[in-house]
């Protein structure tokens, strides 16, 4: 064979290894269905009615789907390369009115480990204060209201979803997630004791919606918790008009 043949031969056997290599990647990485449910044609769930998010309700260390529907909230339990089959683990946080009557537009459903076990549990910003299902592993126990505040009504605080952040952050380290509200007059506080929540304290005086506490406003400026200095306790950092602030407990 000439040197010629032999290089022409090489170069077709490079290429027909870079093919193969490349299927393989391709093969490995297809996208796969984990689960027939909660989606559009798969269990009828909608966007503009239910929430549908990724957290670790049963401690194993990995992430399974929690969907609200309409006459509860369902849990698929992730093995790891699969979810189970949704299992409806509280009658409640859901559309129906015997379901609690919750609504997109007006009620904050989320997750996060407001006890420290290690399993995320439900947290519901309600009408009347902010409710509260703990995860037992299996399932989520009958919703307790934990403070009577962060809520739409206007003895739970005013606070509504189209003005006010809510969310859950560990801020003081002990393992249990909070309540951070950037309410009107600057960012509220309530503490996790594991039982319930404390009652709302003001934190600090910005990062709020009045003009006294930042004028940050829901349609401009992202307010959000991370560990930005690795102390174990969760900072606020404001994605504001002149740059990104952080405040550091």
Known sequence: MSALSQNIFMKLGIVSSLILSSSNAVAA??????????????????????????????????DDIVGFGNSGTFVSLSTGSGFTSPQKWVNDFGRNEDAGSWNLDQHIRTLADVNGDGKDDIVGFGNSGT??????????????????????????????????????????????????????????????????????????????????AGSWNLDRHIRTLADVNGDGKDDIVGFGNAGVFVTTR
């Open 29 to 62: 990485n297809q996208i796969q269905v984990w689960t027939p449910n909660f989606g559009y044609e798969a269990g009828s769930w909608r966007v503009s009615q239910h929430i549908r998010t990724l957290a670790d309700v049963n401690g194993d260390g990995k």
């Open 131 to 212: 409710f509260v299902s703990l995860s037992t592993g299996s399932r989520f126990t009958s919703p307790q209201k934990w403070v009577n505040n962060f809520g739409r009504n206007e003895d739970a605080g005013s606070w509504n979803l189209d003005q006010h952040i809510r969310t859950l952050a560990d801020v003081n380290g002990d393992g249990k997630d909070d309540i951070v509200g950037f309410g009107n007059a600057g960012t509220f506080i309530s503490l996790s004791t594991g039982t319930e929540f404390v009652s709302p304290q003001m934190w600090i005086n910005n990062f709020g919606r009045n003009e006294d």
